[in-house]
């Protein structure tokens, strides 16, 4: 049981460059979520899917598209790598237990963006 | 959505309690509070939760004022693996469905001293 894979976990692009972070739950999760952190902030909301086939924007959402895959897998892409995308990407899923929500986070993707 | 203020940082001595403030004074009736920490750079951990009755779990208490304006996170017995950037979130729900979003401040830095 790994719980919330992450990869990669370091990545290095040129500015424009595009890319794809991968993230993928064994928890049977229904929602899923998509975090970046910038040095000496907290986690802001990308983009979340509170289940299979359905995405929703966050709270900075611009310059990236996810894609739910399956209840297990949700991806992030970055279409055209800007500096300002530079930050600890972290994945997280969580289930309704009891009525309450839990998150349980990957170990984040460092990126990287010259 | 509702804020929460955390003082930036603290210390605690090993071995003693470490209790971490938090107001949420904008609070609405049916938001929980909820507490993550971050160690380095992981991805952050669930501590515990609650709405408006005191909690404890193998981690933490949950100390909530009666008017839920505040709350405090108690740490028992401090260790300096506990040292971490401690999260006090209030849960807002997502659109008008049951899926809910936890916005990360900056958080509270817990560094426990030997």
């Known amino acids: 049981n790994a719980g919330v894979t992450q990869t990669p976990k370091f990545q290095v692009l040129k500015t424009g460059q595009s890319m794809t972070l991968q993230c993928a739950q064994d928890m049977n999760h229904n929602s899923m979520y998509w975090y970046r952190q910038d040095p000496g902030m907290g986690l802001r909301l990308i983009y979340y899917?509170?289940?299979?086939?359905?995405?929703d924007k966050g709270e900075v959402p611009n310059g990236y598209n996810v894609s739910r895959l399956n209840k297990r897998e949700f991806s992030l892409r970055l279409e055209s790598a800007a500096p300002s995308q530079t930050s600890v990407y972290f994945c997280?899923?969580?289930?309704?237990?009891?009525?309450?929500?839990?998150?349980?986070f990957g170990s984040g993707t460092q990126l990287s963006v010259l | 959505d509702a804020k929460t203020t955390q003082p930036p940082s603290m210390d605690c001595a090993e071995g003693r309690a470490a209790n971490l403030p938090c107001n949420h004074s904008?609070?609405?009736?049916?938001?929980?509070v909820y507490w993550y920490r971050q160690i380095h750079s992981q991805g952050p951990q669930y501590i515990i939760h609650?709405?408006?009755n005191n909690e404890t779990n193998e981690m933490a208490s949950l100390i909530i004022t009666e008017d839920r304006k505040s709350s405090t996170l108690i740490l028992p017995h401090a260790t300096l693996r506990d040292t971490a950037v401690y999260y006090c979130i209030v849960r807002v729900a997502l659109g008008g469905g049951s899926n809910y979003k936890l916005t990360f401040g900056k958080g509270t830095l817990l560094t426990v001293n030997p």
């Open positions: 904008t609070i609405s009736g049916n938001e929980y």
């Open positions: 899917s509170a289940s299979e086939g359905t995405t």
């Open positions: 997280a899923s969580s289930g309704m237990s009891s009525g309450n929500e839990k998150l349980f």
């Open positions: 609650g709405l408006k």
